[in-house]
């Protein structure tokens, strides 16, 4: 395999990495592994690690394993010695960070969604372009389309095995903010977040199906609804992805919630499925769940993430006698990455997908290859969120999900 000469120095992809909350301590650990368990053309190195404030940024360079820290990304950017920047600040920075890398010659990977805004998500799509005409690659990190039990499923529907997809359902379902009283943490600011559960984790259901159909969402009919309007005023105000989402009320100032707390909307494919979408933040009792089922003329597929060594697959092709949904543990070493860990029946859990994240990543730039799911897959994300807003803002009106590639020739 060839290295891309662009990407490394002496064989080793020198990484620095922008937050260090939850998704910098999940694609940490995903740096730290990938080499140990794939064998890849080149080695990752943990150079830098981004935060606004110093001893915090210290302490979570030490923790995660990165060899040095700055409190400037502007710094991590410009570095001769960086070669990949990772992006997991809060949606705000994104855009600005992500656009300034690709422009300073570095690659870019950056966590999901990938912006606040679709005009952001655009002027990021034009600089990934600009960006990869000079052999600089991008790629967002929707890291569940890397469980295997997904990648699977497309591989299955990709196969025909499906047959044609009639009907998508998808929901994605936690509860961490049913109690009023959890404070207003930075997920909960529409100027921070972008928005709610639609974008937090509706996002990764609209990009989880789509990949796994080949089809786009190309309308939607929606609603959304904010629970609890105001909350408690967190004491500190978040610095660069100091907070988590975890943080506790201090004191009784509230403050107004300006996102969603849970977004439901039904859709059309642009393959002819039927689709239905629900993300809310206020299923008590459900903690991750996000869970997907999909019919076909042939046969049908269910996933759940909370137990995602499994995949549900009914063949409807089989004799009648003989039909049924089948649990298939997806542990084979001729399953989608699992050669790579242990034997038939070990399972894997929630951080392994970030490492195939990375794996996949590595071996893209490696290789020369654009990695995927670019900016632009992205940005058609981003666009299927901003249809479903304007739809819940206009009554549920049915919307069309604005074309993608129109866009991005300017
Ligand atoms: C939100 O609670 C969240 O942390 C998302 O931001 C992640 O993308 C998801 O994987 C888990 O939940």
């Known amino acids: 395999m060839s290295t891309d000469s662009r990407s490394t120095v002496d064989g080793e992809l020198r990484v620095g990495m922008v937050g260090y909350a939850f998704m910098g301590a999940a694609h940490s650990q995903a740096w730290r ?15 830098l690690i981004c935060g606004r404030d110093e001893s915090k940024v210290a302490a979570a360079a030490t923790r995660l394993g990165w ?65 990869q005409a000079a052999g600089v690659r991008s790629m967002c990190g929707f890291n569940y389309r890397r469980v295997p039990a997904v990648t699977l499923m497309r591989q299955l529907v990709a196969s025909g095995r499906l047959g044609v997809i009639r009907h998508v359902r998808a929901v994605y379902l936690q509860d961490w903010i049913v109690d009023p009283q959890f404070p207003l943490v930075w997920r909960l600011q529409r100027d921070k977040a972008g928005s709610g559960a639609l974008g937090d984790i509706g996002a990764h259901i609209i990009d989880l199906t789509q990949f796994v159909t080949g089809q786009r969402i190309a309308g939607v009919s929606a609603l959304t ?54 993300a809310s933040r206020f299923a008590t009792g459900r903690k991750n769940s996000l869970r997907v089922e999909i019919n076909g003329s042939l046969g049908s597929v269910a996933f759940d993430l909370e137990r995602l ?55 893209a730039l490696a290789t020369g290859t654009d990695p995927t799911p670019s900016f632009a897959d992205a940005l058609q994300v981003q666009l299927v969120l901003a249809a479903v807003e304007r739809s819940a803002e206009q009554g549920t009106a049915w919307t069309a999900v604005e074309p993608a590639l129109a866009e991005v020739a300017a």
Request: aromatic letters at 6%; a negative charge.
């Open 309 to 363: 060594n499994e995949l549900e697959f009914h063949d409807a092709t089989v004799p009648a006698a003989e039909q049924g949904f089948n649990r298939i543990l997806v542990t084979e070493g001729d399953h989608p990455y699992m050669a790579a860990w242990w034997p038939p029946g070990h399972i894997i859990g929630y951080e392994h997908s970030f490492t195939h994240e990375m794996r996949d990543f590595v071996e």
């Open 67 to 131: 060899a040095g820290h700055t409190t400037d990304w502007r710094d991590l950017i410009t570095r001769d010695d960086i070669d990949v920047v990772d992006v997991c600040t809060p949606g705000d920075s994104h855009a600005e960070i992500a656009i300034a890398a690709l422009a300073a010659g570095k690659h870019v990977m950056c966590e999901k969604p990938l912006a606040n805004t679709v005009d952001e998500a655009r002027a990021m799509v034009a600089a990934a372009a600009k960006a």
């Open 33 to 47: 592994t990938v080499n140990r368990v794939f064998d890849l053309p080149t080695r990752v190195r943990m150079s």
């Open 225 to 278: 609804e904010t629970f609890v309007k105001e909350r408690p005023l967190v004491a500190e105000s978040s610095g660069l992805a100091a907070t988590s989402g975890n943080g506790s009320a201090d004191g009784r100032a509230m403050g107004q919630v300006t996102v969603d707390d849970a977004a439901l909307f039904m859709a059309r494919l642009d393959g002819g499925a039927i689709a239905t979408y629900e």
